[in-house]
Structures are given as structure tokens and as C-alpha cells.
């Protein structure tokens, strides 16, 4: 039975074409995933649904939710339909939660306006059983926990439990695993699939990672530019995708081995030797942040850190930036020992997560570029400075006429290069990249992963790669350290690491990162069994 | 928590100990004689000299300061040189009118202010948003003892409902003396009011933008319910430091006010004193408004974890 039918669906916010005759239906206990780059257009269709969308909306067509319109609600009627039928699960959980409230203030909240008379106590039960179907244990995360004591992970599922504490017919899902870890991210998929199951509902999965919604989706729709280019089965899909678009997503989902020559330099440009960073808790507990880690980095190298959030492996970032100061241990930068001084900045450079939040908005691209200038011993003029900046644009791909441009002007993929632009200004030895594609859309990181890998053999720089996901890490690095709980447990040639994994935690890393091969192998053999 | 609270009180004492050393120094370096100011051009030298042994102010500077300290840790601010009364007491009968205009403006004032702000922020660009924003601009504008001056005016010279000026005292009774204030504290809550509508609308709007807005939003709340249960006490901090500087501002910064409607408050109590030299005073006045702005920015610091329980682990 139809549960939600989008029927040539339009959308206009303040005179801007956003969605164009949008079709989409979506069955109950189905899975259908919306997948295409920021900006298609997607995540407004979630919002159109569940009607909260930005000011100067123009609508047309219809949202037929059981055969009744929502387009034509007023509303107080909406509020109903949010209460009774609609629940929505968003992307960034660190955010997503009153920080004021309790867990269980915000679950039971929600529980009472389906239910408006329901007693205390049977509300309270009520909420604890449905932390308990999100897999959050009562005796470690009681109702009464506040939001900041939890981790990404555990607050979406506290996310999901509101949404599913009113028994939704539908769940929106958008992006709801992107800022998790590839752990996290596995668990709340298969969560979320357990809930499909088990609650019947249908759910909307808006994503830009083929590979992420291969493994749950029925049905999948691609979106660019604010139409549908493709929508099928998600088997005949995988099978004969016929949009030129599908295919370049499917490309970008599939991950290759990067196969660098490092001509075998036995130059040791960075090492880490037993490295400890404890940070005070109060109340005389101290947490060991890293745990006695060495590793060195050859010139031309390209090593990546790998682990789930909390093991420690920005702590090493940081401390190799000499921006935090560390316990026990010793670093050294081109064989000279690095305590944060001056003199050996210019060797190590680093682009952060966030293209966005590590630009000063207010400054031009050409100063922005320019700015790691300073720790240069001898000062160059500003034309000097001009031509220089100007080379390492045209080197990231960007031309002079940016030069003057400010940081909004640019999309995500853009920034990170003039991210890297920045970074490579001084001509360091070694970049660091902390979660450098992490924010990007597939598409974009992929051409960010190439523009790294080439200019790493033409610029023969080292890149100390540090992410969560051991697939993106695949693609760029010769060597690869595991980390977990602040100490290293596996390292070794990435090809290696990833064919053998030795330590269990490495291969459930594996096993966890989304592989769209595998998931639509894992697929076919869902469908062979049912049809059996 | 209660390492939370420890830490506060020592930072508090410390403020409150560095701060009676400047104002003690300030003092010790404004010119003019107190002793030479009281016995007038015809005074005698050994008159003087008798004069300044009964004040104390015969001895080295720092014993003086740890004397006044120590006095003040017993409750004795010394006696003024010009009423010849313990300084204690003219504090007492000053703040009696002081505390009590403060508290009322500030009450006025957020009761005005909150709602306005509230409103203003939840129908952005409405006709009501502009004009409670237009409203604030002129309160922002408009010098308050030349509102003061219309108000009596209007409600005293017209319509004869309150008195022009002056204060009964408390002996004649709560709501007399509610009366008697209540222009002069209209007049210094409506700047302030003006101020925190601001400052609780773009905070609210701030807010309104948060992600658990839209959670609360998805859950089936509307606008106004996800406003008022997730986003008020959220916005309340910028607000709360708000209100704290205009407690402290108001308690003393009243005097044109006090001025205006004549009343003994310890605004103008601190202007006589600073003419007549009666640096004592002016010290033990200083000292204390020093002390109660400390003691409520520590008051405001506790509402923040009130609100907030991150706040609560003193991170």
C-alpha cells in the first residue's frame, strides 16, 4: 500500500526553482533512499514533507500521505500529522538535542503529545522501554542524562528514540549517519533497518553515499539539480543504471587502492616516539588521550591514522602542530626536535574538516593563502607574494581571478583546495590532513582524494592522513596505523592491513565502512533467499 | 557542584580584596584635605591636628588600610566626618530607598522587556516586531530624566495621580512608598527595558535557529510551544548577563533620577560626599557598590549553571 506519494511536486523558495515535478512513492515497510550531491536539492524534499521548510516557500502538486494532502494543511493540522504520523531523524546529532534538557525530558515530551493523558509513571516506563529499542541500556544511560554526557552516536539514537516514541508511519531519515563514525554509522543503519522490521513504517533515507544506502534501500532515487535523473528497484538499479549521473555517483562509491612508487627514501622527515598526553578529569581521575605512540613518517611517504572519535588521533594532530603540549615523549621534525618552536613550522602544514569554520570569512582568498607567510625566516614583498599564491591556486585548480574572492563564494570542494593552496604555501615537507574530506560529498571528495594523490607525486610531499574511515584512507596512503583507546594496534602496508587485518578491531573497521560492492553482493543474496 | 561553588566564593573574596586596595589608593591620591575642608579657612593648627587624631588620620597610610579593612570585616565603616554619624547608618538609610527603586525598575523592566523581546523574535518583520523594535530605539534615545520630567508632567501636574517628588519612608506604609516609586522607577527601567528587549529578541532568534528547535518542531510542537519550552531558557544567558550589569548600574547609577524626584538614595548620598569631601564615605559607599556588583555577577554566574547543566561540572 501506498504510505507517502509525491506527485509532480515543485518547489520555488522567494522565486528560486529548488525541486522541479518531483515523483516519489514510498510503500509501507519500504526503504526508499534519495541520493544525490549537496545542493540536488534532497534534503528539501524531507523538509517539504514534514512542512518545515524556510521562509517564501512556494509550493505545487501534491504530498499524499495515506491519500491526503499535507500541501493543503493548515498548521495546527501539520502539528498533528508531526505528532501522529511523521518522524524525522536529522544529520548532525551533536546539535539535534536541547543541551538544557534531559534525555528523558525531551523523550517523554514527545510521547506525551501522542498521548496527552497518559500517568507519570507509565510515561516514564514508556520512554525507558524505547531507550531500550535503540539499544541504550537503562542502567548506563538513565532518563535523567543530559545530552552533553552522551557521544554522536548515542545522541542520535536518542534522536531516533523521540522520533520512534510516537509511532511514526513514516520516518524521515536525513543524512542521519554522515557525521558518525563508520562504526557508529553501521550500528544505526542496522538499527534503523531492525526498526523497518519490527515497526512496519516506511522510511525516507536522504543521503549522498551511494555506498551508505546500497546495503538498506528498496528502491533508490537519484536527484541533481533539483530533479530526479533515475529512480528503480535497488537491485535493477545496480544492475542497469542508465543516467550518466548514477554512474558517476556508482564510480565514486567504489574505492581503488592508491599505488604510489614511493621511491623508498630512507629520509626520516617526521617521528613520534612514545608519546603521551593525559588530560585532568578532576577528582583526581585523568584520561590517557594517547598511550605511549611512535611512528615515523619517510619523505614522500603517505601514512594514514585511523580510529573511531576518542581514540586519540587529533590529540597526535594537535600535538605534531604544536598546538597543544604533550606529557611524556618526543617529536621530531626533519630530525630536529619540535616543541612548537617557530623555526619548524614551515616544514608541516595542515587542512582541517571544516572547509568552512577554519576560513576567516572576512578575509580574501589571496590573504588567506598568504597567511602562513609569516613563519617564513625572510619576508617576501607583496608581489612576490601575489605570484606565489596565484601558482599555488592554478596547482589546487583554482585560477588568479579567485584571488580576490571571499570565502562564501566558493562550494565546499572549492575551499578545501584553497584550503590545500594554503597548506602548501611554504612548501612543507609534510601536510597533515585531519578529516580533510570527511564534510564532502562523494563526488567532491573524490576529486579532492585525486588532486592529493597527484600532488603528492609531483610535489613528493608526505600527507599524514587521519580519518575514521579505513576506506577513504585506502585511497591515499601507502601505510597505515590503527588506533584505539590511544594506543596503536595494528600498522603495516595499507594494501596489507586492509587484505589480512589481524586485530579484531581492524577488521570490524573494515567491515563497517561502506563498500558498495559488497553491499550489493549482500543484496542479490537477500533478494535469491527470498525468492527461494 | 560544590567544587563549582568553592571556586566562585574564593574568586569572589579575592575580587572583593584587590578592590578595597584601589579604591583605598584612588582615594589616598585624590587631592583635597578632608581636615582642611571641615574647619573652614580659620581653623587652627593644633585644632586641626586634635581633628585628625579623632579621625584616625594621624597614622601611616597602611595602617589606616588594614584599619578600615578590619573595621569593615566588623560591620564598622567609621564615622563621617562631616554628619558626625556612623557611615554604617547613613548607608542603611540611603539603600532603604536605593535596593528597593532598583529591584522595582529591574522588575519593571523584565517584565517588559522578556515578552517584548519574546514576541518580537517570534513574528520577525511583523508589523508588531517593528514596532516594539521602534519603540525600544526611541527608549534607547531618549535621555531618561527628560522622560522623568514628562512623566511628572503628566501624572502629577495633569492628572494628579502621583506625588511630583520626594519619599514618605517606610514608616508610612508599603504601598505609599510603592507609589512614591514607581516614576522614578519607570523612568529608569525604560532604557533598560529597551536594552533587554534587544538583547532577548536577537537571542531568541539566535535560538530559534538551533537545531533542537527543529527536533522539538518535528516532534509536532508548534512555532510558539518549541520557542517557549527549548529556545527561552537557552536564550536567557546573554539576557541574564544583561541583567546583571544593569543591577549594578542602576544602584548607584540612579543619581540623576534621585535628582530628579528628590529622593535620598545612595546615588546622591556618594555626590554630597565627594563635594564635602567625606572621603570615608565615599570609600565605604564605593567599597560596598563594589561588593554588590561582585556579589551579583557571582549571583548571575550561579543562574547560569541553574540553566545550563553543563555549567554544573565547572567546565
Not at chain 1, 557521544?151 to 523521540?162: L, T, Y
Not at chain 2, 548600574?249 to 530628579?260: D, N, T
Request: hydrophobic letters at 45%.
Amino acid at each position: 500500500m501506498t504510505l507517502l506519494n509525491i506527485k509532480n511536486f515543485s518547489l520555488a523558495i522567494n522565486d528560486k526553482n529548488i525541486l522541479h515535478n518531483i515523483n516519489i512513492k514510498i510503500n509501507a515497510g519500504q526503504v526508499v533512499a534519495i541520493v544525490g550531491e549537496s545542493g540536488s536539492g534532497k534534503s528539501m524534499i524531507s523538509s517539504a514533507i514534514i512542512n518545515l521548510l524556510p521562509q517564501g516557500a512556494e509550493l505545487s502538486g501534491e504530498i499524499l500521505l495515506n491519500n491526503d494532502n499535507l500541501l493543503d494543511k493548515t498548521e495546527r493540522e501539520m502539528c498533528l500529522h508531526r505528532i501522529n504520523d511523521l518522524g524525522m531523524i536529522f544529520q548532525e546529532p551533536m546539535t539535534a538535542l536541547n543541551p538544557l534538557e534531559t534525555i528523558g525530558a525531551q523523550i517523554m515530551e514527545a510521547i506525551k503529545l501522542t498521548k496527552p493523558k497518559i500517568g507519570s509513571k507509565d510515561l516514564q516506563k514508556e520512554a525507558e522501554l524505547i531507550l531500550e529499542a535503540v539499544e541504550m541500556k537503562k542502567s548506563r544511560f538513565p532518563l535523567n542524562t543530559y545530552p552533553h554526557k552522551l557521544s554522536g552516536g548515542q545522541r542520535q539514537r536518542v534522536v531516533i528514540a523521540i522520533a520512534l516514541s510516537q509511532k511514526p508511519k513514516l520516518l524521515i531519515a536525513d543524512e542521519p549517519t554522515t557525521a558518525l563514525d563508520v562504526t557508529t554509522q553501521a550500528k544505526i543503519m542496522k538499527l534503523l533497518l531492525k526498526l523497518v522490521k519490527d515497526y512496519g513504517i516506511g522510511i525516507l533515507l536522504v543521503s549522498h553515499d551511494l555506498a551508505v544506502v546500497a546495503d538498506v534501500a528498496d528502491h533508490i532515487v537519484i536527484m541533481k539539480n533539483g530533479k530526479v535523473v533515475e529512480q528503480q528497484n535497488t537491485i535493477t538499479f545496480f544492475k542497469s543504471m542508465k543516467h550518466s549521473y548514477s554512474k558517476q555517483l556508482f564510480a565514486a562509491a567504489k574505492h581503488k587502492l592508491f599505488e604510489k612508487n614511493v621511491s623508498v627514501c630512507s629520509e626520516i622527515i617526521l617521528e613520534v616516539q612514545s608519546l603521551t598526553k593525559e588530560y585532568d578529569l578532576g577528582n583526581k581521575k585523568t584520561l590517557k588521550a594517547v598511550n605511549n605512540v611512535g611512528f615515523t613518517l619517510k619523505r614522500g611517504e603517505n601514512l594514514g591514522l585511523v580510529g573511531e572519535s576518542g581514540c586519540g588521533k587529533s590529540t597526535i594532530a594537535r600535538c605534531i602542530l604544536g598546538l597543544e603540549k604533550f606529557g611524556k615523549g618526543k617529536i621530531w621534525i626533519g630530525g630536529e626536535p619540535f616543541y612548537g618552536q617557530k623555526e619548524l613550522r614551515h616544514c608541516i602544514n595542515v587542512v582541517f574538516q571544516d572547509p568552512f569554520g577554519s576560513f576567516n570569512p572576512r578575509h580574501t582568498v589571496e590573504r588567506l593563502v598568504a597567511e602562513p607567510f609569516y613563519v617564513l625566516k625572510k619576508s617576501l614583498t607583496n608581489f612576490e607574494k601575489r605570484v606565489k599564491v596565484a601558482q599555488i591556486l592554478k596547482l589546487v585548480g583554482l585560477s588568479d581571478e579567485d584571488l580576490k574572492k571571499y570565502p562564501h563564494e566558493f562550494s565546499g570542494g572549492e575551499r578545501q583546495r584553497i584550503a590545500i593552496a594554503r597548506a602548501l604555501i611554504t612548501e612543507p615537507d609534510i601536510i597533515l590532513l585531519d578529516e580533510s574530506t570527511s564534510a564532502l560529498d562523494v563526488i567532491i571528495r573524490n576529486q579532492i582524494l585525486d588532486l592529493l594523490k597527484d600532488l603528492s607525486i609531483k610535489l613528493g610531499i608526505s600527507y599524514l592522513f587521519i580519518s575514521h574511515d579505513l576506506t577513504t584512507v585506502k585511497n591515499i596512503t601507502n601505510r597505515v596505523i590503527v588506533m584505539k583507546d590511544g594506543a596503536i594496534i595494528e600498522e603495516g602496508l595499507t594494501a596489507e592491513v586492509y587484505k589480512n587485518p589481524k586485530h579484531e578491531y581492524t577488521k570490524s573497521l573494515i567491515e563497517a565502512s561502506p563498500d558498495i560492492t559488497r553491499a550489493i553482493r549482500r543484496k542479490e543474496e537477500n533478494n535469491n533467499e527470498n525468492t527461494l | 557542584m560544590s567544587s563549582f561553588l568553592l571556586k566562585k566564593i574564593i574568586s569572589l573574596i579575592i575580587t572583593l580584596f584587590v578592590a578595597t586596595g584601589v579604591i583605598f589608593i584612588l582615594i589616598e591620591v585624590v587631592p583635597g584635605d578632608p581636615v582642611a575642608f571641615m574647619m573652614g579657612l580659620s581653623g587652627s593648627t593644633e585644632a586641626a591636628d586634635a581633628l585628625r587624631i579623632e579621625l584616625g588620620l594621624n597614622v601611616g597610610p597602611w595602617a589606616r588600610y588594614v584599619d578600615w579593612v578590619w573595621g569593615m570585616v566588623n560591620g564598622n565603616f567609621g564615622i563621617s566626618y562631616t554628619y558626625r554619624v556612623p557611615v554604617i547608618e547613613l548607608i542603611r538609610e540611603r539603600a532603604l530607598v536605593s535596593v528597593p527603586l532598583t529591584v522595582y525598575a529591574l522588575f519593571l523592566s523584565t517584565a517588559i522587556a522578556i515578552p517584548a523581546g519574546l514576541i518580537s523574535a517570534s513574528r520577525r518583520g511583523s508589523l508588531v516586531d517593528t514596532s516594539f523594535m521602534g519603540v525600544a530605539q526611541l527608549g534607547v534615545a531618549i535621555p531618561n530624566f527628560w522622560f522623568a520630567i514628562l512623566l511628572v508632567l503628566f501624572f502629577s501636574t495633569t492628572l494628579k495621580l502621583f506625588s511630583a517628588s520626594g519619599f514618605p519612608g517606610w514608616d508610612a506604609g508599603f504601598l505609599i512608598c510603592l507609589k512614591a516609586l514607581t516614576l522614578p522607577a519607570i523612568s529608569l527601567a525604560l532604557p533598560q527595558a529597551a536594552i533587554l528587549s534587544r538583547v532577548m529578541r536577537s537571542s531568541a532568534l539566535e535560538v530559534m535557529n538551533e537545531d533542537y528547535i527543529r527536533t522539538a518542531r518535528a516532534k509536532g510542537l508548534n512555532k510558539n510551544q518549541a520557542l517557549l519550552r527549548h529556545g527561552l531558557r537557552n536564550a536567557m544567558i546573554p539576557v541574564l548577563t544583561i541583567l546583571g550589569l544593569q543591577f549594578s548600574f542602576l544602584l548607584a547609577g540612579g543619581i540623576i533620577i534621585e535628582s530628579v524626584f528628590s529622593l535620598p538614595g545612595l546615588g546622591r548620598l556618594v555626590f554630597q560626599s565627594i563635594v564635602q569631601r567625606d572621603l570615608i564615605v565615599v570609600k565605604s559607599i564605593v567599597t560596598l557598590l563594589v561588593f554588590s556588583v561582585v556579589f551579583i555577577t557571582f549571583i548571575v554566574d550561579l543562574l547560569y549553571a541553574a540553566v545550563d547543566p553543563r555549567l554544573r561540572e565547572g567546565n
